[in-house]
């Protein structure tokens, strides 16, 4: 069928029931696959050209084009330029459990959190979009258990549903740094998890992150989204820094926080109550 004479994805829907097709293929990401969003059958997308060179340059239309790669099975780029354009735009188009070795030039932010008000996971949208825009390979994949799908919240910015743990510390150890943007915590476990997995972590600086990061030693703190960038910068530049704050963040978490230590601690604690 031709894109253009039909308007909505409902409309297509009607004739993929009427048809009984069992299979689709769109060319154009945005004019062919946003008829196809939310289809029963498979389908995959052909690349067009304006689709990945114009469309891609306006807000709405990127987030269409994005929802639609994640439901199609496939999509065909007829070059790498293109491919590459493409992969860019959409950390999706990789897996996310398992990056791919050539994608090494990816800086893939983390931040693992339910969406709750007090973890303020759209606290560095606007900034990361921003810098998105200027420099393509920059990333955040915001992971929680309220999320019911994967989508892309703004360009650059991506929603996943929780996954199990093992892929979650999977991804952790392929991601560049593991950020925390909570308005309050106790003692967060997924910060303490990416020390130990050998990950530095970008957190906000609140009591309860400052107990247990020492900025620049640790980890790294920041009060505001611009000092956010200008610190993830810092550290991307600085390969030094990141390894001393990697080994120092996983000597801390081996001597404050390991697992025999706590449990011996609670045994004691529980001992006391007989």
């Known amino acids: 069928f031709d894109a253009f004479g039909y308007e909505n994805p409902s409309e297509i829907a009607n004739l993929i029931s009427a048809e009984k097709f069992e299979a689709a293929l769109a060319i154009h990401l ?6 196809l969003q939310g289809s029963r059958i498979p389908f995959g ?30 999509a065909v780029a007829f070059t790498e330029k293109m491919k590459e354009l ?6 999706c188009l990789y897996d996310y459990y398992r990056i791919p070795q050539d994608t090494e030039n990816l800086h893939l932010f983390l931040l693992i959190c339910g969406l709750r ?12 979009s921003e810098w998105h825009r200027r420099e393509p390979h920059i990333h955040l994949l915001i992971i929680g258990p309220a999320v019911s799908c994967f989508f892309c919240l703004a360009p650059g910015v991506h929603l996943l ?26 003692m ?33 703190l920041y009060t505001d989204p611009q000092e956010f960038v200008q610190l993830s910068k810092s550290l991307m530049n600085d390969p030094t820094l ?33």
């Not at 493409?86 to 950390?91: I, P, T, Y």
């Not at 008000?117 to 990361?128: C, G, I, S, T």
């Not at 990061?213 to 790294?220: A, E, N, P, R, S």
Request: charged fraction near 30%.
């Open 242 to 274: 990141e390894r001393e704050i990697v080994t120092k963040a996983k000597a801390y978490v081996k001597k404050h926080h390991s697992w025999d230590c706590e449990r011996e601690a609670y045994q004691n604690l529980v001992l006391r109550l007989q």
């Open 188 to 220: 967060s476990a997924a910060i303490l998890e990416a020390m130990d997995l050998d990950v530095p972590v970008l957190a906000r600086n609140i009591p309860g992150n400052a107990a247990i990061i020492q900025h620049k030693d640790t980890g790294l």
């Open 45 to 74: 997308i052909i690349f067009g050209g304006t689709d990945i060179n114009e469309d891609i340059k306006h807000e709405e239309k990127h987030r269409v084009m994005g929802a639609v790669l994640e439901e199609a099975r496939f």
């Open 161 to 186: 549903q929780e996954i199990p743990q093992d892929d979650l510390h999977a991804a952790v150890k392929r991601c560049f740094a593991v950020v925390n943007s909570s308005i309050s915590e106790g």
């Open 117 to 128: 008000r007090v973890k303020d996971p759209l606290y560095l949208v606007d900034v990361f």
């Open 30 to 35: 945005y004019k062919g696959g946003r008829l």
């Open 86 to 91: 493409a992969a860019a735009e959409w950390v």
